[in-house]
C-alpha cells in the first residue's frame, strides 16, 4: 500500500538517493559533460576575479603613470587591450559553461521524469484491483504528476546550484584568505548570522507551507462537494450556510498563506541588510589597508566579487538542502508505487483466445481480500451458455466481488473457475475479458466524440456498426439532436449530458463489441421508466443466446432468471429460480415479499 509519508521527508535518504542516481546511468554521457561543465564554470567563476584584481591594478597604475606625466591615457593591443580582451573571453566562456550544464541538465531530468513516467503507466496496468480499493486516486495521481515534477525542478536546479555553490564557495574562501584573513573572518561572521537566520525562516515556512497546502485541500473539497451538489443545496435552500463554510474555509487558506508568503519574503531584505552591513564593515577595513599600502584597488575589487558570489549561496544553502529533501522523500514516494505488488503474471502457455459459448463454473471458490481472513467459501454454481444469472442481496454481500472474481480482477485462493471446460487462470487476461461486456451502475465515458464513446472496445468499429449498436440502444434519437451528431465532443466527465443519456451510451457500447457473456450492474437504473421498457426489450434481444450476470436490487427486474444466487456475507445461501426459492420461503422470498409490502 502506498504510504502517506511526511511529504518534506524520506524514510531511507541514501537508499532512495542511490537508486534514484541508477535511474540516471542510462544518461552518463550528458553527465559527464555536465560535471566537466561545471569543473570549468566553477574554476571560472574563481579565476575571474583574480584576474580582474590584476587587470585592475593595471589599469589603476597607468592612469596614475599618464596623469603624473601629463600623457594621454589610451588603451592599444598592447597597452592593456589583451588583458581587457581576455578578461571578457573568459566571463563569456563563464556564460556558455553555465547555459551548457543547466541546458543539459534540464535535459536530464526531463528524460528521468519522462521514463518515470512510462513506467508508473505500464505499472498501474500491472496491479491488481486491490491496490485501486486501498489508494485513493488523488495519492496516486500525486505520484506522476507533483512527486516527479519535483524532482526535475530539483535535479534540474536545486541540485545543480547546490553543487556549483559548494564549490564556488570553497574556491572563493580559499582566495579571500590569501587575499586577508581578518576581512574574511569578519564576512563569515556576518554569514554565519544569516545562515542561521535562514534556517530559522526555513523551519518556519516549511510548516507554513505545509498548514497552507492542507488548507487549500480543504477549501477545494468543498468547493467541489458544493459544486457536484449545487442542486441539493438550492432544494433545500442551504446556499446561506455553503457559503459561510467556503467563506471560512477561504479566511483559514488566507491566514495560513499570509503567514507562508511573509517568512518567504522576509527573508531576503534580511539577509541583504546583513551583507551591506559586512559589505560596510569591510569596505572601511579594506579603505584603511588601502591607504596603508597593505592592498590594491584590484584586490579589494575582487575580494568585494568574491564577497558576492559567496554570501547568496551560503544563505541559500538550507532552502537548496530543504528542496533536496523534498525531492527525495518524492522520489521515495514514486519508487514506493513502482514496487508495489502486481498481478500473477500469465502463464507462458495460455490458452488460445476464442470466442467463448458461456458455459461458466464456479468450483468450490474460496476468497479473501485478506488471505488470512476469507470472504467466500466453497462456492459453487454453475451457469449454461445462454442463461440468465441473477445475482442478488443486501449491500457488501458479495455481489460485485463474484463478478470481480469472475472477469480475474482479483485472483482466487481455492477452487476453480472454468469457461467453457477452461481454467481462467489457465487464459490470458485479455484473452478472458474480451469474451465480456459489462454495463455498470456507474458510468465512465472519456474525454472525445460520442462515436469515439461507443467505439471504446471496438476502435475500428465503421460507423455504420456504431450507428446500429446506437438505434439498438435506444440511443440514436437524441444523438441526432445533439449540436455535431455523433461528433459532438464529450468533456471527461459527459457533464453536457444526463445521466440517462450517459447510461445509454454505454450499453451502446456493449451493443457494438457483441460479447457471448454479458455483465449487467442495474444497467437501467439511471434511466425513466419509459426509455428502461425501450432498453428491456433491446436487452433481451441482445442477451438471447448469451451467458448474461445481472446484479439486481430490483427483484421484479430478475424473475425471468434461470439462476438467481442470493448472498450474505460473501456466501450463497440460496440459488435456484424465482419459483422455485419463493417455494423455499427462505431469505430471497422474505427480500422479494418486503419490496412489494
Known amino acids: 500500500m502506498v504510504q502517506n509519508h511526511n511529504t518534506n521527508k524520506a524514510q531511507n535518504v541514501w537508499k532512495t538517493a542511490a537508486r534514484l542516481a541508477?535511474?540516471?546511468?542510462?544518461?552518463?554521457?550528458?553527465?559527464?559533460?555536465?560535471?566537466?561543465?561545471?569543473?570549468?564554470?566553477?574554476?571560472?567563476?574563481?579565476?575571474?576575479?583574480?584576474?580582474?584584481?590584476?587587470?585592475?591594478?593595471?589599469?589603476?597604475?597607468?592612469?596614475?603613470?599618464?596623469?603624473?606625466?601629463?600623457?594621454?591615457?589610451?588603451?592599444?593591443?598592447?597597452?592593456?587591450?589583451?588583458?581587457?580582451?581576455?578578461?571578457?573571453?573568459?566571463?563569456?566562456?563563464?556564460?556558455?559553461?553555465?547555459?551548457?550544464?543547466?541546458?543539459?541538465?534540464?535535459?536530464?531530468?526531463?528524460?528521468?521524469?519522462?521514463?518515470?513516467?512510462?513506467?508508473?503507466?505500464?505499472?498501474?496496468?500491472?496491479?491488481?484491483?486491490?491496490?485501486?480499493?486501498?489508494?485513493?486516486?488523488?495519492?496516486?495521481?500525486?505520484?506522476?504528476?507533483?512527486?516527479?515534477?519535483?524532482?526535475?525542478?530539483?535535479?534540474?536546479?536545486?541540485?545543480?546550484?547546490?553543487?556549483?555553490?559548494?564549490?564556488?564557495?570553497?574556491?572563493?574562501?580559499?582566495?579571500?584568505?590569501?587575499?586577508?584573513?581578518?576581512?574574511?573572518?569578519?564576512?563569515?561572521?556576518?554569514?554565519?548570522?544569516?545562515?542561521?537566520?535562514?534556517?530559522?525562516?526555513?523551519?518556519?515556512?516549511?510548516?507554513?507551507?505545509?498548514?497552507?497546502?492542507?488548507?487549500?485541500?480543504?477549501?477545494?473539497?468543498?468547493?467541489?462537494?458544493?459544486?457536484?451538489?449545487?442542486?441539493?443545496?438550492?432544494?433545500?435552500?442551504?446556499?446561506?450556510?455553503?457559503?459561510?463554510?467556503?467563506r471560512a474555509a477561504a479566511e483559514d487558506n488566507r491566514i495560513a498563506s499570509q503567514k507562508a508568503d511573509f517568512l518567504t519574503n522576509c527573508v531576503n531584505p534580511l539577509i541583504r541588510l546583513l551583507t551591506r552591513i559586512a559589505h560596510v564593515v569591510i569596505a572601511v577595513i579594506a579603505g584603511k589597508a588601502m591607504i596603508e599600502g597593505r592592498m590594491t584597488v584590484g584586490v579589494v575589487q575582487a575580494f568585494f566579487q568574491y564577497v558576492n558570489q559567496t554570501a547568496e549561496p551560503m544563505t541559500e544553502a538550507s532552502y537548496m538542502i530543504n528542496s533536496l529533501q523534498s525531492a527525495i522523500a518524492s522520489a521515495e514516494r514514486t519508487f514506493e508505487l513502482l514496487d508495489e505488488e502486481e498481478e500473477v503474471p500469465d502463464k507462458a502457455n495460455v490458452a488460445a483466445a476464442e470466442r467463448a459459448k458461456g458455459h461458466i463454473a464456479f468450483e468450490h471458490v474460496s476468497f479473501g481480500y485478506d488471505p488470512g481472513e476469507l470472504l467466500m467459501k466453497d462456492i459453487s454454481f454453475e451457469a449454461k451458455p445462454g442463461q440468465k444469472i441473477a445475482v442478488v442481496g443486501s449491500t457488501g454481500a458479495g455481489k460485485t466481488t463474484l463478478i470481480n472474481l469472475l472477469m480475474r480482477f482479483y485472483e482466487i485462493h481455492g477452487g476453480g473457475i472454468t469457461i467453457d471446460g477452461v481454467a481462467s487462470t489457465d487464459m490470458s487476461r485479455s484473452g478472458l475479458r474480451h469474451n465480456f461486456g459489462m454495463v455498470l451502475q456507474d458510468t465512465w465515458l472519456f474525454g472525445g466524440t460520442i462515436a469515439e464513446n461507443i467505439a471504446y472496445g471496438k476502435a475500428d468499429a465503421p460507423r455504420e456498426e456504431i450507428i446500429a449498436a446506437a438505434k439498438a440502444a435506444k440511443v440514436d434519437y437524441f444523438i441526432r439532436t445533439m449540436p455535431k451528431g455523433y461528433d459532438t465532443v464529450l468533456d471527461n466527465e459527459a457533464s453536457n449530458l444526463s445521466a440517462g443519456q450517459r447510461q445509454l451510451l454505454t450499453i451502446a457500447r456493449v451493443f457494438l463489441c457483441n460479447p457471448p457473456i454479458l455483465i449487467l450492474d442495474e444497467a437501467t437504473s439511471s434511466v425513466d421508466t419509459r426509455t428502461e421498457v425501450e432498453i428491456g426489450k433491446a436487452m433481451k434481444k441482445l442477451m438471447s443466446g448469451r451467458t448474461s450476470f445481472v446484479i439486481a436490487h430490483r427483484l421484479s427486474t430478475i424473475r425471468d432468471a434461470d439462476i438467481i444466487l442470493f448472498m450474505e456475507k460473501g456466501t450463497i445461501i440460496e440459488q435456484g429460480s424465482h419459483k422455485e426459492l419463493l417455494e423455499k420461503n427462505g431469505a430471497y422470498a422474505k427480500l422479494y415479499y418486503s419490496q412489494f409490502e
Open 22 to 246: 541508477k535511474r540516471l546511468h542510462g544518461q552518463r554521457i550528458r553527465l559527464t559533460v555536465v560535471a566537466v561543465s561545471i569543473v570549468i564554470y566553477v574554476g571560472l567563476s574563481i579565476w575571474n576575479p583574480l584576474y580582474s584584481a590584476r587587470v585592475i591594478d593595471l589599469l589603476w597604475t597607468n592612469i596614475q603613470s599618464a596623469w603624473k606625466n601629463g600623457t594621454p591615457f589610451v588603451i592599444t593591443w598592447n597597452h592593456m587591450g589583451r588583458e581587457l580582451v581576455q578578461l571578457m573571453i573568459q566571463y563569456f566562456f563563464t556564460w556558455i559553461f553555465y547555459y551548457l550544464q543547466s541546458y543539459l541538465m534540464a535535459n536530464v531530468a526531463e528524460t528521468l521524469t519522462c521514463s518515470l513516467r512510462t513506467e508508473i503507466s505500464c505499472k498501474l496496468n500491472r496491479l491488481p484491483l486491490r491496490f485501486f480499493d486501498r489508494n485513493k486516486a488523488g495519492e496516486i495521481l500525486n505520484r506522476v504528476t507533483s512527486d516527479l515534477d519535483k524532482v526535475a525542478e530539483v535535479l534540474q536546479t536545486g541540485l545543480l546550484k547546490l553543487i556549483v555553490a559548494i564549490g564556488t564557495i570553497i574556491g572563493s574562501l580559499i582566495v579571500m584568505f590569501l587575499y586577508s584573513v581578518p576581512l574574511t573572518v569578519i564576512f563569515l561572521l556576518f554569514m554565519l548570522a544569516a545562515i542561521l537566520v535562514t534556517n530559522m525562516v526555513a523551519k518556519k515556512s516549511l510548516e507554513s507551507a505545509a498548514a497552507r497546502q492542507e488548507t487549500i485541500g480543504v477549501l477545494t473539497g468543498i468547493a467541489e462537494e458544493y459544486y457536484k451538489g449545487r442542486n441539493v443545496i438550492k432544494a433545500y435552500n442551504h446556499e446561506k450556510q455553503s457559503i459561510e463554510q467556503v
